[in-house]
């Protein structure tokens, strides 16, 4: 449903969850599949915890593409991202 200017100001920014647990784990890298299992864990409500995954990786495109924070590989067809730091 979409908010209002006012409802949508009410809101908080919150931390990108993505970025946390790419830091947190420098040596590790993971596919898009395996951070959105790492974060929303089995049995969640998916469409709601969707939303927040797409937003939080959306909002890691600058580290992704131009501070090049985030290290990203395909593998066996399957796209991998590590932090970089």
């Known amino acids: 449903m979409p908010l209002s200017t006012d409802e949508f100001r009410k809101g908080?920014?919150?931390?990108?969850?993505?970025?946390?647990l790419l830091k947190a784990h420098p040596d590790t890298a993971y596919s898009l599949?395996?951070?959105e299992e790492a974060l929303i864990g089995?049995?969640?409500n998916r469409?709601?915890?969707?939303?927040?995954?797409?937003?939080?990786?959306?909002l890691l495109t600058?580290?992704?593409?131009?501070?090049?924070?985030?290290?990203?590989?395909?593998?066996?067809?399957?796209?991998?991202?590590?932090?970089?730091?």
């Not at 908080?12 to 946390?20: A, H, R």
């Not at 469409?47 to 959306?58: G, P, R, S, Y």
């Not at 600058?62 to 730091?85: C, N, T």
């Open 47 to 58: 469409t709601k915890h969707l939303d927040v995954f797409i937003a939080d990786l959306t």
């Open 12 to 20: 908080t920014t919150g931390t990108n969850e993505i970025e946390d």
């Open 42 to 44: 089995p049995g969640m």
């Open 62 to 85: 600058p580290l992704l593409f131009k501070e090049k924070m985030i290290e990203y590989r395909v593998i066996d067809g399957v796209p991998y991202f590590r932090w970089r730091g």
């Open 33 to 35: 599949h395996e951070i």
